[in-house]
């Protein structure tokens, strides 16, 4: 059952305010009547909440929890997400954290550029296409890796499986058009000492993050050798 309202938690969280009982169900495999049973316990304990038309999103105790981690994670990570910033000449930087099968954006410095790719904070992306996603699971050992692949297609899971030997070899992961047509990132992604995992990316559009790869890649690794992962 805890697995049950942690996966209906995250795919409340990816598209708040969007699904009903009926996408729920949908998206989790499960009879009408489970996910109402699953759906009303979450609502009653605070962790989610529901609207007149339906539609749910997280509950303001589930929010309480997550804002007092996010303020204290983006306080630590903003010196060193301002660095990568400056040292990719105002690209957008962004600051998330995983979350169940999502990385749940928490903080970003606003590309300078009129040209720019921004992701509003709060929202959560998947793992699969997205340079913090990719970046993260590489993080991760590798019986926890299986279980996030386990919820994906075996086409994507493969791919992945061999975006993350790559990763771990060289320490950067990359979207390349993947999440967004015309976007591109890179990003890192380490454990912190309290065992969360955080991902740095940095997003532009394809053809400016080409121009620019090089000096974007040598900023991320800068930032994974910043003091911030060890408080």
């Known amino acids: 059952m805890l697995r049950r309202a942690a996966a209906a938690l995250d795919e409340i969280a990816a598209e708040p305010g969007q699904l009903r009982l009926v996408d729920l169900g949908e ?15 979450l609502v009653e304990v605070g962790l989610a909440s529901v609207d007149s038309q339906g539609h749910f999103s997280l509950g303001e105790r589930l929010l309480g929890f997550g804002g007092d981690d996010a303020a204290r994670i983006s306080a630590i990570f903003r010196p060193t997400i301002e660095r990568v910033a400056r040292a990719t000449d105002g690209e957008t930087v962004d600051l998330s954290i995983l ?14 550029h009129r040209l720019r790719a921004v992701s509003a904070v709060g929202v959560r992306f998947p793992l699969n296409g997205t340079a913090n996603g990719k970046a993260a699971l590489a993080v991760l050992d590798d019986s926890q890796v299986q279980a996030a692949l386990a919820r994906l297609g075996a086409e994507v899971a493969d791919g992945l499986r061999s975006d993350i030997a790559e990763i771990r070899r060289t320490g950067i992961a990359f979207d390349r058009d993947e999440h967004t047509p015309g976007i591109s990132a ?4 380490r454990r912190t000492s309290d065992d969360n995992v955080i ?3 940095v997003p532009a559009p394809t053809e400016r993050f080409l121009e620019k790869e090089q000096r974007i890649v040598s900023a991320l690794r800068a930032a994974a050798d910043s003091p911030a992962w060890a408080r």
């Not at 169940?100 to 300078?112: H, K, P, T």
């Open 186 to 189: 890179a990003a890192i992604a």
């Open 27 to 41: 998206r989790l495999g499960l009879a009408k009547s489970t996910v109402r049973r699953l759906l009303v316990g």
């Open 99 to 112: 979350r169940g099968q999502r990385m749940w954006f928490v903080d970003q410095i606003e590309s300078s």
């Open 199 to 201: 991902a740095i990316s």
